[in-house]
């Protein structure tokens, strides 16, 4: 019996030693040890054996289940550590190779003049308002001191959304707005985006404008001067000088536009400045009475400047950009030029 059972164990050891996979080990362990293998018939035989050799015959049983299990559990292991092995070199990363570096993305060329703007005159003192794109009629128009049919409403072609809602042409909205909710001191401010029925080479029915606004006492055209001539050093270089020429926006009174000196010829005459050496940036003004008045500001006390300018022109005459389509048209050979990295 006890050379049966060893034949068994050398059997066994000898069909383990073939087996290269975990499953065929499986199934050649239950040959061995499962419900209808060869150890268990031994054991189901126990009750055929004599009562007085029944304890040692299941000692042997049991020592030989024993070693046949541990020889199923050493493989088992080995096999199972084997898959490791060549998982883990399989899926080996070479952590030496160069990264695929992801596409970095670049602030757009507005928001750098946006946010430029900004900073110079919250650099001089000045917080940051912005007002809502839809306004009524009253916000975009009346209390700027254009009332309604009133031939001045030609100067920005509307689009209206209802009688008394539109887009709004302008962020000069904003003065108004911050006029009924700040007490003066005031320097403000607002950006945004506006609409206009106007589409040429230098005209979007979209664009960006930003709105400024000083009310305090005793404020003058020529705090405007100063403010804008160190806005425009900032801007563009620090030789660039200003000159301001009469206009008129129903909401200021004087009212300018003001120019730079070209930036490019540095005011010798060239293709940006078309041969006159200065551009045009902005509209600006001292603030018409009837407006601060209308926004409950007292004019006998508090006097105002304000001033409008247009993002994508500055933008344009910063960058020498020709065509203002170029800035919306979301070319990422365009939008890489403005990438800093
Ligand atoms: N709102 C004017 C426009 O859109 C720009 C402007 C001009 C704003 C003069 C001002 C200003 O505050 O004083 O054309």
Known sequence: ????????????????????????????????????????????????????????????????????????????????????????????????????????????????????????????????????????????????????????????????????????????????????????????????????????ASHSPMFHQIEGLVVDKGVSLCDLKGLLDEFVRIIFDKDTKTRFRPSYFPFTEPSVEVDVSCCKCHGKGCNLCKGTGWIEILGAGVVNKKVLEMSGIDSNEYSGLAFGLGIERITMIKYGISNIKTLFESNINFLNQFNRR
């Open 1 to 200: 019996m006890q050379e049966k059972f060893s034949q068994i164990l050398l059997n066994a050891k000898q069909d383990v030693e073939k087996i290269d996979n975990s499953k065929d080990l499986y199934d050649l362990k239950t040959r061995y040890l499962g419900k209808n293998g060869e150890i268990t018939a031994l054991l189901r035989g126990m009750k055929d054996v004599a009562p007085e050799q029944r304890s040692a015959f299941g000692k042997m049983i049991n020592d030989l289940k024993v070693e046949v299990e541990k020889t199923f559990d050493d493989k088992d292991q080995m096999l199972k550590q084997n898959e490791l092995n060549q998982r883990l070199q399989n899926e080996a990363v070479d952590v030496t190779l160069p990264g695929n570096a992801p596409a970095m993305g670049s602030i757009h060329p507005l928001n750098i003049v946006k946010n430029k703007i900004i900073n110079a005159f919250c650099g001089m003192g000045f917080e940051v308002f912005e007002g809502p794109e839809i306004d009524s009629d009253y916000y975009c128009f009346q209390a700027l001191n254009i009332p309604k049919d009133h031939p001045a409403r030609d100067m920005q072609d509307t689009f209206y959304i209802t009688e008394n809602f539109l887009l709004r042409p302008h962020t000069s909205p904003g003065q108004v707005r911050t006029m009924e909710n700040k007490k003066p001191p005031i320097k403000i401010l607002s950006p945004g985006r506006v609409y206009r029925a106007d589409d040429d």
